[in-house]
């Protein structure tokens, strides 16, 4: 089985930060691109960032400048450092992982519990 696991989720005040971290684990033969959406309530959930596994990244036109996605391919994690928030971000945060299993010969997309961050004003 795999799992993604994340962590950092809080309660902040307007122009404060947060890092969110995601840990991918079980039986992982490799991961492609990973990244991070969102969903506030009464919205559908959004893109927030991707980064492949040669560190390309994309953003969402809300977040760039504010948000910086990483990864550690070495630790099967992925971050996101959200500085300069705004109320607006707040959100439940999913971590997302597209992976090849052990043994599989195609890859498959798995989801995150989630995390909630919540931005004061």
């Known amino acids: 089985q795999v799992q993604l696991v994340e962590s950092g989720g809080g309660l902040v005040q307007a122009g404060g930060s947060l890092r969110l971290s995601c840990v991918a684990s079980?039986?992982?033969?490799?991961?492609?691109?990973m990244g991070w959406y969102r969903q506030a309530p009464g919205r559908q959930r959004e893109l927030v960032a991707t980064i492949t596994s040669g560190g390309s990244t994309n953003y969402a036109d809300s977040v760039k400048g504010r948000f910086t996605i990483s990864r550690d391919n070495a630790k099967n994690t992925v971050y996101l450092q959200m500085n300069s928030l705004k109320p607006e971000d707040t959100a439940v945060y999913y971590c997302?992982?597209?992976?090849?299993?052990?043994?599989?010969?195609?890859?498959?997309?798995?989801w995150g519990q989630g995390t909630q961050v919540t931005v004061s004003s």
């Open positions: 079980g039986s992982i033969f490799s991961i492609n691109a």
């Open positions: 997302n992982a597209d992976l090849f299993r052990h043994g599989s010969n195609w890859p498959m997309n798995y």
